[in-house]
């Protein structure tokens, strides 16, 4: 994700959405990977398929985030909020209902993937640090 952070949000919508889109699509790959060592298709068409529908719906799933997320901090005019991030995420969210055909499952998905995306920017704008030795 090196380069999302820099300059302000809701400024060069393009890059940032091809920038989120190319991780999810990259987290999909992986995932799917995973799924085909652990689940075993019947054959190798088939494990193409899974392949390309998982890295296709995380690539998607990575556009909205990185589209929602800039074009409200456009229309709210206040850039560095959470808010957007939340939105953002549960833009994704609704994507995963649509995909999976189920109200409860993108109201789940909206509410984690938006409070998840803000927690995100809130630890990005106050430095919080995963790893490394603590400030103090």
């Known amino acids: 994700m090196a380069g999302y952070w820099d300059g302000p949000e809701g400024e060069h919508c393009a890059e940032r959405t091809w920038l989120t889109t190319r991780v999810g699509a990259a987290v999909g790959l992986v995932g799917a990977a995973y799924r085909i060592i ?3 298709p019947g054959s190798a068409l088939a494990a193409l398929q899974t392949a390309a529908a998982d890295s ?4 998607t799933l990575g556009a909205v985030f990185g589209l929602g997320t800039c074009l ?3 229309v709210r ?3 560095h909020s959470p808010l957007d991030y ?3 995420g549960c833009a994704s969210g609704a994507v995963v209902g649509a995909r999976a055909r189920s109200y409860f499952a993108g ?3 909206c509410l ?3 409070f998840t995306a803000a927690l995100l920017k809130i630890a990005n704008i106050e430095g919080w640090r995963l790893t490394g030795p603590p400030k103090l």
């Open 38 to 40: 652990l689940l075993r």
């Open 56 to 59: 296709v719906t995380m690539a």
């Open 72 to 74: 409200s901090a456009q």
């Open 77 to 79: 005019e206040e850039p």
């Open 86 to 88: 939340f939105v953002g």
């Open 107 to 109: 109201t789940t998905a």
């Open 112 to 114: 984690g993937l938006g």
